[in-house]
């Protein structure tokens, strides 16, 4: 295995993920929780899951299952997780007094070449490493549920994290086969929501409008944009549609204006409880609620293929 162990501290969903992730690029990794029965669910869930992957071709790095279960080890103590870490992925739930509170105690076990990285969603690392001893090697390093199977990572600095580590944290991400973003600065959303909450706009503007069904909305991206977006992004659409981009605009700025000015609402959209009762009942034919677990798995299923298949081609 490779030098060097790295800390995942919160054994849930995104623990889980990102200790079979590093562990796959042949890292050591000690993993912490709090809730020591959770801790051994998430042992003997990461060994089966690893199996399972390699069952089904999903299984990342040249070892095997076993070999990298073996990498993965547990901890009932978060100095004991930490010692010897070179790099830290905090995955505790999503609540700004635990973050506080997490990174805190983790300050006083750091030292001045630790690495330490929040799975946070929402909450900027200004908010909880402000007047730590160790904040500039402090930020956010957020992974796309599920992580395993979408490379996404957004790395997000505060302002007073070191931008050489933030450097050496992208490299990293590549080198476990993660696709790093980096953001110059802290931005709420940071940049995948931005994207999403616009598109989440106006799919919910156009159905309470009446201008189509939820399945054909949910059907314009992944039948359409959905396809194209696995591989270019809006800007080189932009590129690849018109003889470059500043061609692009030129043809087409107006007419993107005039449906923006026609359609748009005005931000920020709400969504209301009558339309989502609504969709919900469409989506109650084909998914109710007491079959989202099975709805689930179809899409990780789709997602570990398309992702398999992405590094083919
Ligand atoms: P989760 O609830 O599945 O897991 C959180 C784990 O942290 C639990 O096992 C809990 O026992 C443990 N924990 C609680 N307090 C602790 C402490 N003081 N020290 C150590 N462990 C502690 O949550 P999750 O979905 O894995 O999310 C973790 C983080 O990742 C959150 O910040 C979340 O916003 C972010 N995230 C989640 C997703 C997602 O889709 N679930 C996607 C991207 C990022």
Redesign the pocket.
Known sequence: SKQGKVAI???????QNWSMIFAGAGYHVTL????MD?LMR?KTSIKSTLEQYERDGYLRGKTTAVQQNALVSTSSS?SECLSDAFYVQE????NLE?KK??FKEMDTMANKDMILA?????LCASMFTEGLTHKSNMLVA????PPYFIPLVELVPAPWTNQELVTRVRTLMEEIGQSPITLRRESLGFALNRIQYAAINESWNMYQSGLLSAEDIDRVCHDGLGLRYAFIGPLETMHLNANGIADYCERYAEGAYNVQKETFKPVPVMYDVETAMKVQEEFSQTMPLDKLAERRSWRDKRLAEISKLKKTL
């Open positions: 501290v919160g054994s849930g969903l995104i623990g912490y929780d709090t809730d959770q998430a978060l995955c505790v739930p999503e635990l509170k997490v929040s799975s946070s969603s929402c957020h992974p796309i549920n």
